[in-house]
């Protein structure tokens, strides 16, 4: 099944990527690897998804904050690909920031729910090295920001 089968499947749509709310470009492409700036968590309607986890927000609501910047990485990889996820070779690396209290130790288990997705999306091409941290706070109160290092063709 192809990325855009798969795609059509999780009936999920991709739209364009946000611009930049700071000095900073969505993605840079240096040889076959594109970087793809941090995410913030967006709720459907588009506002942010604020909140800290182990306070005010659980992990499975976490993970799906997670699984919905996943939807926009993609989003954001395919214009970098010039609008062919088809040339994506491999996801490399996923780095998670996720707004914790300073008790809360389960960050790897939010970033699951982006690592899930890309793994459903681009099957063994999706597999990737990972990190997940918690922090103090992320820029416009959300609770998970989330970047990707993807080889493309």
């Not at 749509?13 to 968590?41: C, D, E, K, R, W």
């Not at 996943?70 to 994506?88: F, K, P, S, Y």
Request: aromatic share 6%; net charge negative; glycine share 10%.
């Amino acid at each position: 099944m192809s990325v855009y089968e798969k795609l059509k499947s999780l009936d999920i749509t991709l739209s364009a990527p946000a611009a930049p709310v700071a000095a900073y470009v969505m993605y840079v492409q240096t040889g076959n690897l594109v970087f793809i700036s941090g995410h913030i968590a967006k709720k459907p309607d588009g506002s942010v998804w604020a909140g800290q986890l182990g306070k005010d927000i659980a992990t499975v609501e976490g993970q799906q904050a997670a699984r919905a910047i996943a939807i926009d990485l993609i989003g954001t990889l395919q214009e970098a690909c010039g609008g062919d996820l088809n040339r994506v070779k491999r996801i490399v690396k996923v780095m998670s920031l996720v707004n914790s209290t300073p008790d809360y130790t389960d960050q790897h288990l939010v970033t699951n729910g982006c690592s899930e997705l890309l793994g459903e999306v681009f099957g063994e091409a999706g597999k990737h090295a990972r990190s997940a941290f918690g922090v103090a706070q992320i820029p416009r109160g959300a609770c998970v920001e989330i970047e990707l290092i993807a080889e493309i063709a």
